[in-house]
């Protein structure tokens, strides 16, 4: 039987101190930065991948307890295992791992925690489904409930359905997080990707008040003459 205390051994024994010393420092863990306080071994998330597969089969509780880790690297794993469960659970299943995770929000509290699990756990369930948890969540007061709701609109852009995708970026089109912009912009550059049209037609009359981090990523893959009319745009609005 997997235990959480059987899996965190593994981990203590594939950590790494200067790995932990270059991902503490990435991931902005020092005081007053968006990941104060987080602990990491020092785990890269190729070798993490590799702990999936021999560890998928850990119930609820143990993922409960990694989740509620202080360690970085096992509420990773958590989420890993919880996606890789969805993937291939059924409806009764999946339905079981969504609830668990918007139970645990909490606990899914860097960027990568929840680029990792959002889109295929929570966009994954409600594929279809009413989005309106995802718009609780994109007007929440925690930053990460707010990256959660953007990116679990990455699968919807992946089917091609981008109306969900751009009312939750219109929701967070003023947010004052740097991390919301680059998530925002991002999804706004993967509806672009997929149709250059219904980009514009949202950027033309919100780039003059976008953030700019926001509006750089969404144009990121536009030809260079056009890129320089939103940003010159944007701009002349800012010197206003």
Avoid at 37 to 48: A, E, K, N, S
Wanted: charged fraction near 30%; proline fraction near 4%.
């Amino acid at each position: 039987m997997i235990s959480a205390t059987m899996i965190q051994k593994r981990l203590r024994q594939l950590g790494n101190r200067e790995d932990a010393k270059v991902l503490q420092w990435f991931f902005k863990t020092g005081p007053g930065e968006y990941g104060e306080g987080d602990v990491f071994q020092g785990i890269r998330v190729p070798v993490l991948r590799k702990q999936v597969e021999e560890f998928s089969g850990a119930g609820e509780p143990v993922l409960l307890e990694l989740l509620h880790s202080a360690i970085h690297e096992e509420r990773l794993l958590a989420l890993m295992i919880m996606v890789r469960q969805f993937e291939r659970g059924d409806a009764a299943g999946r339905a079981r791992l969504y609830r668990v995770y918007l139970a645990n929000t909490d606990r899914i509290n860097n960027w990568d925690l929840v680029d990792a699990s959002a889109p295929q756990v929570v966009g994954g369930y409600l594929l279809d489904k009413s989005r309106k948890p995802l718009y609780r969540l994109a007007r929440s007061k925690s930053l990460w409930e707010r990256r959660i709701a953007m990116l679990a609109a990455f699968t919807f852009i992946r089917n091609g359905e981008f109306t969900d995708a751009l009312a939750i970026a219109d929701t967070l089109l003023h947010d004052r997080e740097d991390l919301i912009h680059k998530a925002t912009g991002w999804m706004l550059r993967e509806v672009g990707k997929r149709d250059t049209a219904v980009l514009e037609s949202f950027l033309e009359p919100r780039c003059r008040d976008m953030p700019r981090t926001m509006l750089r990523y969404a144009i990121e893959r536009f030809p260079e003459p056009r890129r320089q009319v939103y940003l010159r745009a944007g701009t002349t609005s800012r010197r206003k």
